[in-house]
Antibody, heavy 121, light 110 residues
Framework: QVQLQESGPGLVKPSGTLSLTCSVS????????WSWIRQPPGKGLEWIGY???????SYNPSLRSRLSISLDRSRNQFSMKLTSVTAADTAVYFC???????????????WGQGTLVTVSS | QSVLTQPPSASGTPGQSVTMSCSGS????????VSWYQHLPGTAPKLLIY???QRPSGVPDRLSASTSGTSASLAISGLQSEDEGDYYC???????????FGTGTKVTVL
């Protein structure tokens, strides 16, 4: 059974960097597409970006200038960093797997439970 | 910045059926597949449907989905209390070169 678990600081100061890690168990990260998705309070889901097992990435154009996503194969984890954060980046952040092989499959399964990150001074 | 439009709410009594729509465009639903998720606050979203109409193992056949042109729909028959939650559609968008989600539909069992 594949399980994903997000971890990272729950509070980040404005203009700071939001850093999160997703730990994967039950499957090797050296396959598939690995995504970050967020949900601001009271709003819907927004795809942030993905990293492919090869290390290639794709980012939401609205976040591309502030975002980086990477893999840590030795720890079976992947991570995201979002710089210059504002209150608008306050959200529950989820990590999820797209089980596509050579190209994205267009669905996510499974997801992590999510972690709330608040941007505030 | 949801690209896919869903009705904000849907409801029914136990045993009834509810249907919800997901409206997109030629750059997403019109050219790529649709998936559906159920999300309860504080939990991991659950995949209900992938590749437009396929149910993963463990998802009851009371749930069915279809697509037509640039729209998709999800139907739940024999409504049960466990069906309450927020439902989201999703697809790949070739113009944005990324995934897009629907605005979400809150299902209430009366």
């Amino acid at each position: 059974q594949v399980q994903l678990q997000e971890s990272g600081p729950g509070l980040v100061k404005p203009s700071g960097t939001l850093s999160l890690t997703c730990s994967v168990s039950g499957a090797s990260i050296t396959n598939f597409f690995w995504s970050w998705i967020r949900q601001p309070p009271g709003k819907g889901l927004e795809w942030i970006g993905y990293v492919y097992y090869s290390g290639s990435t794709s980012y939401n154009p609205s976040l591309r200038s502030r975002l980086s996503i990477s893999l840590d194969r030795s720890r079976n984890q992947f991570s995201m960093k979002l710089t210059s954060v504002t209150a608008a980046d306050t959200a529950v952040y989820f990590c999820a797997r797209d089980p596509g092989s050579a190209s994205p499959s267009s669905w996510f399964d499974p997801w992590g439970q999510g972690t709330l990150v608040t941007v505030s001074s | 910045q949801s690209v896919l439009t869903q009705p904000p709410s849907a409801s029914g009594t136990p045993g009834q059926s509810v249907t919800m729509s997901c409206s997109g465009s030629g750059s997403n639903i019109g050219t790529d597949t649709v998936s559906w998720y159920q999300h309860l606050p504080g939990t991991a979203p659950k995949l209900l449907i992938y590749s437009n109409d396929q149910r993963p193992s463990g998802v009851p056949d009371r749930l069915s989905a279809s697509t037509s042109g640039t729209s998709a729909s999800l139907a739940i028959s024999g409504l049960q209390s466990e069906d309450e939650g927020d439902y989201y559609c999703a697809s790949w968008d070739n113009s944005l070169n990324g995934y897009v989600f629907g605005t979400g539909t809150k299902v209430t069992v009366l």
